[in-house]
């Protein structure tokens, strides 16, 4: 018998595990919870901004599949989410070895999720925040891959 | 004797140069003017989400970088340029050849600069919106490379 | 015969006259054309923030009925809309006589209509823009009243 | 001697009660903490939208004065607060007796200070979240009044 935190993982992992985009970020899927999901992504010189910081658009990334993957923890079963839209604040310079992003259902509704999500630059052990997300999922029918 | 927007294209096309994301992504900067810039991401499959669409990150960035770059070109001389938030709204699946990104300033000031922005999905020379971006942007003193 | 326009002016007219809040605001639904709105609020001392000035809220309770009601001319007859999320910049102090907040449809979806709006103030005739929005917008079967 | 926080305090409730918005609500400041601030607004039908239930602009209004509250007790002495943008998810709809908009700062900055606050509907002494705001404050130089 599956338990019902086990299903919705492996259809967060097995989605994930699709994102090429994430791939090319280097990200990896650490935790999935219902309701709840992390992904790090490891610093590399390929994702930097003009400053050597870690572009927004990277830390934005993450956090936004993040809180897709939050919101398809709550959906049902022949439903995969989009992203309605998101905002996204920059808090601090993304410096750090590691990012995680972690992101949270704040309400989940049948059609429409909302997800929080904070990212967290990680060096020598200690954690700073350097960007919180609100965004809106919404959940689809599961569309054929292109 | 140089034009102002000969100096600040320069300075645009020098920092876009600097930002590894963007050449990661593959994405080139085709148009810099007083006040507006476009960026050009052409497809591949290594940014994309788990249907085989620009995966929604990879947009926003291409987004945020034009934004950015928006209010660079009318920003002091020593001043260069940091996302604070950005809102994106994703309007249709982002699938095409290539996709432009083409941010305004809406309104400049001298600290906080907002700018919007429109992604375009282009196909067999016919364009369609994608996506659509509202950032604020912050003007601050040129900081040393990291 | 009624026009599609007109059938879809008098839906909002009677919506907005039933919305306590607007008119408690002193505010008036000014124009409806397909896919835009405007509503107009007249400066009252009774909406300003602790320098005099409209208050923030103010300025955006009337950007957020003219995007709902934007977004409803291009709504199934069977639906009303709600709003789903806003983001709004302030651009500039809210000084001035009177308010237009002017709402378009941005791009219309059976369940989610994305709009943008501008807040503009009007001195002498003139116009400056003082905030600007971008909203999600959803349709919803017609729900009685509470 | 005073304290820090009951000097804030003193700040805040002096500002909150010279926005005449606020008392045109019908909005009461019930806590002042540093770093946190709730604003309490009953119903009132002269609030409402066409089904009855509170205007998402009423909701927004209350929650950005708590936000820019929140902020102004983390900030210098010598400055005010503005709002830059503010971004909020309608969860429910908002009905109840009363609403409490609860408003913490995120990460206080010299600048710009970013808060999330959350609107909770208050009936029969059970809460319900209802909308849930992140936003950009910005501390200026105490600007005479109008």
Redesign the interface.
């Known amino acids: 018998m599956r338990s019902y935190v086990t299903k919705h993982e492996e259809r967060v992992r097995q989605?994930?595990s699709?994102?090429?985009?994430?791939?090319?970020l280097g990200a990896e899927l650490t935790t999935v919870e219902q309701g709840g999901v992390e992904i790090r992504l490891p610093f590399s010189?390929?994702?930097?901004?003009?400053?050597?910081?870690l572009?927004?658009?990277?830390i934005?990334?993450?956090l936004?599949?993040a809180c897709g993957y939050a919101a398809l923890t709550m959906a049902a079963d022949d439903k995969?989410v989009?992203?309605?839209?998101?905002?996204?604040?920059?808090?601090?310079p993304a410096?750090g070895e590691v990012f995680a992003a972690r992101a949270q259902v704040?309400?989940a509704g049948r059609?429409?999720t909302?997800c929080?999500a904070d990212a967290f630059a990680i060096s020598g052990g200690q954690e700073k925040?350097v960007a919180?997300m609100?965004a809106?999922i919404?959940a689809v029918p599961i569309?054929p891959?292109?």
């Open positions: 989605s994930f699709k994102q090429a985009f994430m791939s090319t010189p390929s994702l930097t901004q003009q400053n050597g910081y572009h927004a658009g990277a934005t990334s993450v936004d599949s995969e989009l992203t309605v839209e998101l905002k996204v604040n920059l808090l601090a410096a704040k309400k059609t429409l909302v929080t925040v919180t609100l809106t919404m569309m891959a292109k």
